[in-house]
């Protein structure tokens, strides 16, 4: 079945420059497999379109349930350069858990 | 166990959190980090403009309103209010508050001391772009290096009551205190990441204990009197996180794991001053209401460089806006975009960049947004930067003519036209640590 990735998942994202740092956090350990399946580097970017100029870099937290996402070139040119109203990419976590995932019934639910 | 309260997470933070974290319950150490990279180069033209000034104002009136139950209740204060002007920092301190004993960290502030780097072949080239610093030279209206947690501890070693630095890291003001009660040494890189890492979890202050939390928001209690965080620290570098007993907001290992990912770049690499810190070591327990216990922490030695951050004058922006009612607002925004895009081409204007936005359509997520067919209103928003300030200023006169010339329901344009504003940016480089040195001085 398809559900909102905010099903499973919370988050929280910020800036470093102009690479926006997105940070997805799974509501249980069991649902961390999951993410690491779902949630690719190449989905987040296409999720977001031409907000992201840049490549997408994807690392992992295991013992926080959690990935991190760096992607470059997201910002408009960030911090005091960009155009942009979310020049910092505080709404960015939000707009990726908003991301349809496929996952089974029972994955959800066990 | 050691109590360090945060009670600042930037300059323009919440001002009362201060004073309730000193009131509400005992804690050791405050701790206020009030320094963004932009903030370096705004003081630093304050002190251009007045050699008294340079510094986070909201400090010494804030010292001045807590000095006494700092005073009865044995509090110290580390704080990177400095700025590029410690030393008048501390002296207005003393004004308000001449009670307290208070210290300054130097030697951070390197801006009189680029021309002598880049004589010495030091280019601090752009970590980013790999350029060296003379491109620029000329338009540098601040220089410092990121200063870690040893020159706050040998400040606290001389007793003061207040430590003031200038562009100390975030997380060393946590660090600073746990190296001087514990007497950490400069090679013990685990404890020196745990008090890293526990740095990182409170340098946003209450977004670790409930603000901006998007796990379960609308079930955290009481925002309008949220506890800032206060970390329990041991001498062996397992920490807890925690706030005031009867404060509003949350602490749990959900609000505590989205501030640990919060500007997060390589988790196993969190490069510092005084320690790489490594986020993929990190075991956080729940340790009863609103208490996570962190402990597990591993780091490695630090790298042979700190961090410079150099500002400098970049360009020009202005930003406006129109406001279109329904129906079909998108449309009528989209449409109002496009002519002022043809009026600027018209005019043979160039820029570096324009941007428009159609907030309450897409603004902040662009394809990544759920569709609303009918919005019952979208503001438009235009942006330009460019070197040419002329070019920019004729821009701000492009955008209110619509409301009688453009699509119809033009409105929201009371404010006038927008104003031209400088684009201060940074450029970030390494220098050699040695190039950096630190002192600290009582100032009577």
Not at chain 2, 3 to 11: D, E, L, P, Y
Not at chain 2, 297 to 318: E, Q
């Amino acid at each position: 079945m398809r559900v909102p990735l905010s099903r499973i998942a919370h988050g929280r994202s910020g800036d470093k420059g102009d690479t926006s740092n997105i940070g997805i956090i799974a509501y249980e350990d069991r649902w961390y497999p999951v993410l690491v399946r779902e949630v690719t580097p190449e989905r987040v970017k296409a999720h977001f379109g031409s907000l992201i100029e840049g490549r997408v870099e994807r690392f992992e937290l295991p013992n926080l349930g959690a990935l991190n996402f760096l992607c470059y070139g997201a910002l408009g040119g960030g911090g005091t350069l960009s155009l942009r109203i979310d020049a910092q990419g505080k709404t960015m976590a939000a707009g990726l858990l908003g991301m349809e995932i496929e996952i089974d019934e029972r994955e959800l639910t066990d | 166990m050691i109590r360090i309260a945060n009670g600042q997470g930037f300059w323009g933070d919440w001002l009362e959190a201060p004073v309730r974290l000193v009131e509400q319950g005992p804690i050791d150490y405050l701790i206020l980090d009030y320094l963004a990279e932009v903030t370096m180069s705004i003081v630093q033209k304050q002190k251009q403009a007045d050699p008294s000034l340079g510094y986070a104002r909201d400090f010494p009136p804030l010292i001045g309103r807590i000095a006494a139950k700092l005073k009865e209740r044995r509090v110290r204060v580390v704080a990177n209010a400095g700025g590029v002007n410690p030393v008048a920092c501390a002296r207005e301190v003393k004004r308000l508050a001449p009670e307290l004993k208070v210290a300054v960290v130097l030697g951070d502030d390197v801006y009189e001391r680029v021309d002598d780097f880049l004589a010495r072949g030091l280019e601090l080239k752009n970590l980013d772009t790999g350029e060296p610093l003379t491109v620029i030279r000329g338009q540098i209206s601040s220089a410092n290096a990121y200063i870690g947690a040893f020159p706050l501890a040998e400040a606290l070693g001389t007793g003061a009551d207040v430590v003031i630095a200038g562009r100390s890291t975030d997380t060393a003001l946590a660090l600073g205190p746990m190296v001087h009660e514990f007497g950490w040494r400069a090679d013990q890189f685990d404890l020196l990441a745990a008090g890293t890492i526990a740095g990182h979890i409170v340098e946003c202050g209450a977004q670790c204990t409930g603000g901006n939390c998007i796990a379960d928001w609308q079930t955290i209690p009481d925002f309008a009197n949220i506890g800032y965080p206060i970390i329990e620290a041991e001498a062996d570098g397992s920490f807890v996180i925690t706030k005031h007993h009867g404060t509003g907001g949350r602490v749990s290992l959900e609000t505590v794991k989205e501030q640990l990912l919060y500007e997060l770049g390589d988790p196993q690499n969190y490069i510092t001053p005084d320690c790489v810190a490594d986020f993929t070591s990190v075991r956080l327990v729940e340790d009863g209401p609103d208490r996570v216990r962190v402990s597990g922490i591993k780091g490695r030695p630090k790298t042979p460089f700190l961090k410079v951050s150099v500002s400098y004058l970049y360009g020009f922006k202005a930003l406006g806006t129109i406001v279109y009612s329904w129906p079909d607002a998108l449309e009528k925004a989209k449409a109002a975009d496009a002519i002022v895009r043809a009026r600027l081409a018209a005019l043979g204007l160039k820029f570096e960049e324009i941007y428009s936005e159609y907030f309450g359509a897409n603004a902040c997520h662009g394809i990544a947004a759920p569709v609303n067919a009918q919005p019952a209103e979208v503001m438009l928003r235009v942006g330009v930067r460019g070197k040419d300030k002329k070019a920019v200023d004729r821009f701000t006169r492009e955008l209110i003519p619509l409301v009688l010339n453009g699509p119809p329901t033009g409105t929201g344009y009371g404010d006038g036209r927008p104003s031209v504003r400088e684009v201060v940016a940074y450029w970030p480089a390494l220098i050699p640590r040695e190039e950096i040195v630190t002192r600290v001085e009582v100032v009577e």
